[in-house]
């Protein structure tokens, strides 16, 4: 195969296709940009037939997939909306884990203020090694400060986030950066450039040789030994920068003349320019001799490929580009006129005043390949059918099974991650990191918005269909337990190759069962990002992640001052468990614990059910009737109680009845289940509404003390102090990373 075609990460066939499309050979420019553009990052060339089968509509839903971000519908009195996306930055993140993380910060923040979204969140999906590994202990802080330095530096508060640890991510850590901004409707910006003539504005950072090639990484393989070679991929990110081109932006959209405006992102000046094109029909000529650089003898295939950080393509209308430059300029940033919208729909580029590319639009974004990968089910699957968790041994000791699960890196807090956010900045946050679902206020109004993030990568790995199905419920159960009526979600779709018929069966049962999700919670996806090629190449074979859909459902309050929190509130409260325990431990935290690896179907859940229990917890809620509400998840029963009590220090005494294993009962993650408290004196009538509901709903013990007791059938089982147990919770992570 030619090197320079393997160099471009460019098949054969899809050589064939370029040259059948174009009618002569490509020069190098021209196939570094359709390597861009056919990337599986940029074209979706794999996913784009699966994607179709999620919703995407809804009354509330104002933009779905196909712009920078979507936008969903927060106040209708005043028009205000809510913008938000969730995207990958993983390969750069293993890389340079400091700057990769701190870039996909920004280069999410840049795809919700483009939109004219005025960003008042971050959150992010973070997946690492087992961290007994040095490298990874690297990795975390370096991600961890990364995130935290652009964040905090920009002026975005984080609110939350999930982190899991399992030794599938050992060389794949995934890092899942999402933003939210809030912005009025009639004042939405779109990337359609439009207008014969009108003038092409690059505005922001200078571009560098930092991130060339970025799209085509993250669309790939790699092993451990390419990342010094690969280190030239990873940009670097100015926060400081991104807060001037923040406000630069925003201002420049108040005044008129602004046509479209997008980020130049994933393949940088090439995507901004043929994407914008792309969805508005026309043409773009672009001059690279005005394009600002910082490097000297940059080539015109370095411009075009650069991933150069805080850049944005503006398209204005022509006679007002002095105006809107004048606005950046202001701000310190380069603002300079570098083409024209033209109505052949073709991408030309000049270069000391020759022409050195012109490529079809079409070819680039509507004829990229399109390809139906063959898929079938993996051996694993088979093979776990004859899994029998009865199998296991029953151990003696619960209360250290307690404290084990308590302190694994998975379950434990993540308070040393999040204390170093931010998270006050702008004031809005008025739910903080730990709970089910950070909320923030909705200045002006009485509104909220509840963020929560979730996948539970072992239940996909274990059964697919199933894990999507969950990852859509439990985003959506969090939301609900602060309150919120869930309105929409994004994804982040984290596979290995697609070119691998297990893997490509792995993508499409996960994105089936988040369709079925999402149209039972009416929980429509508003945009999202897919990430295939997380594995690695090792001696034994190519090593592949979980599959990881992560999923951010955003929800709305209409009055945040009756928001929810998952923490007990007063000694003499009465818990009770809403919904059913069934003991399994298929794909949980325990099964990790006792068997060193994941067995058996994983998890389900019963759509139909999930949907009636949290429409009446958001009820419950609403109505005051209950003090607390917390999902059961990872750990199981056992956990969440504990997790209940460390807020106040306030302990619990619970005695179950359920006819199963005591340790199945406890650390069982069955789906479906929240724990919530109320008052003795509203006991009967809160039973008596979700009776009405038809949710279960068992009194299972009582607020109190500073123990946590769990009792089953009478017996004792579980009885250690609180404060022994928070500090153990607290910090584990620590102690893990090395920190203390």
């Given amino acids: 195969m030619d090197r320079r075609l393997i160099e471009q990460h460019v098949t054969l066939e899809e050589y064939q296709k370029i040259l059948e499309l174009l009618g002569r050979e490509p020069n190098l420019v021209e196939l570094g940009i359709f390597s861009a553009m056919w990337s599986e990052h940029c074209s979706y060339k794999s996913s784009r037939p699966h994607l179709k089968k999620f919703p995407t509509e809804a009354p509330w839903v104002v933009q779905g997939p196909g712009e920078n971000a979507g936008i969903i519908m927060v106040d209708e009195e005043r028009g205000i909306c809510a913008a938000f996306k969730v995207e990958s930055h993983n390969h750069p993140s293993y890389i340079e884990p400091f700057n990769g993380a701190a870039t996909g910060v920004g280069g999410i923040l840049r795809d919700v203020f483009t ?80 207008g014969v003539e009108n003038p092409v504005i690059y505005v922001g950072a200078k571009t560098g040789r930092d991130g060339i090639h970025g799209a085509t990484m993250a669309s790939e393989e790699f092993s451990s030994e390419e990342e010094v070679e690969k280190k030239v991929n990873v940009q670097v990110g100015d926060p400081f920068l991104e807060k001037l081109l923040i406000e630069a932006c925003l201002e420049a959209m108040e005044k008129e003349g602004i046509v479209a405006i997008q980020d130049m992102g994933a393949a940088g000046l090439t995507s901004s320019s043929v994407e914008m094109a792309s969805r508005g029909g026309v043409g773009v000529e672009l001059d690279l001799d005005k394009v600002p650089t910082r490097e000297e003898g940059m080539t015109p295939y370095e411009i075009m490929l650069s991933e150069s950080q805080e850049r944005m393509l503006v398209v204005c209308e022509r006679g007002k580009e002095e105006e809107i430059m004048n606005v950046f300029r202001k701000w310190g940033l380069d603002a300079v006129v570098i083409g024209e919208v033209i109505e052949e729909p073709v991408l030309r580029l000049f270069w000391k005043g020759e022409v050195v590319a012109e490529l079809p639009i079409k070819a680039l974004t509507d004829e990229a390949p399109v390809y139906y990968r063959p898929f079938k089910v993996p051996k694993y699957i088979i093979e776990n059918k004859k899994y029998d968790q009865n199998d296991i041994p029953e151990p003696k000791n619960l209360n250290e099974v307690v404290r084990k699960l308590l302190s694994s890196p998975t379950i434990a807090s993540k308070r040393w991650i999040w204390e170093q956010y931010d998270h006050m900045v702008q004031i809005n946050t008025v739910v903080y990191p730990g709970s089910d679902a950070a909320v923030l206020r909705v200045k002006g109004t009485k509104k909220g918005i509840a963020i929560s993030s979730d996948c539970n990568s072992r239940y996909c790995y274990l059964n697919p269909y199933e894990g999507g199905k969950i990852a859509v419920a439990e985003a959506a159960r969090n939301v609900a337990c602060s309150g919120a009526v869930p309105r929409a979600i994004t994804d982040c779709l984290n596979f290995g190759s697609p ?242």
């Fill in 499 to 740: 070119e691998d018929p297990e893997i490509m069966w792995q993508f499409v049962k996960a994105t089936d069962g988040m369709a079925d999700a999402c149209k039972v919670l009416e929980t429509p996806v508003v945009s999202g990002n897919v990430s295939f090629y997380n594995e690695t190449k090792t001696e034994e074979g190519k090593r592949a992640i979980f599959p990881t859909p992560t999923v951010v459902c955003v929800g709305v309050l209409e009055d945040v001052e009756k928001r929810m929190t998952s923490y007990f509130k007063n000694e003499g409260d009465i818990i009770i468990l809403l919904g059913e325990n069934t003991g399994n431990i298929s794909g949980s935290e325990y099964q990790k614990l006792v068997e060193g690896e994941f067995k058996g179907s994983g998890q389900t859940v019963d759509l139909r059910f999930e949907k009636t229990l949290q429409e009446a917890l958001i009820e419950a809620i609403k109505s005051k009737l209950i003090k607390h509400a917390h999902d059961v998840s990872e750990g199981g029963l056992a956990v969440n109680l504990f997790e209940s009590s460390f807020e106040r220090g306030l302990g619990f005494e619970v005695n179950l009845d359920d006819d199963l294993r005591t340790d199945f009962l406890l650390f069982g993650e069955e789906q479906s289940r929240v724990v919530v408290s109320t008052s003795q004196n509203r006991l009967d009538e809160v039973l008596e509404f979700f009776k009405r509901k038809a949710v279960p709903a068992k009194v299972i013990g009582k607020v109190g003390g500073k123990r946590g007791i769990i009792k089953h059938k009478g017996r004792e089982v579980v009885n250690i102090p609180i404060e022994e147990l928070k500090e153990l919770y607290e910090n584990s992570l620590e102690r893990e990373l090395g920190i203390c």
């Fill in 115 to 194: 939109m004219g979204a005025r960003p008042v969140a971050c959150m992010d999906s973070l997946r690492f090694g087992e961290l007994h590994d040095s490298k990874m202990r690297y990795v975390t802080k370096g991600v961890v400060s990364g995130i935290s330095h652009y964040g905090n530096c920009v002026g975005v508060p984080t609110v939350g986030g999930e982190v899991y640890f399992d030794s599938c991510y050992q060389t794949n850590p995934l890092v899942n950066a999402f933003a939210l901004g809030l912005v009025k409707k009639d004042k939405i910006f779109y990337a359609r450039a439009a």
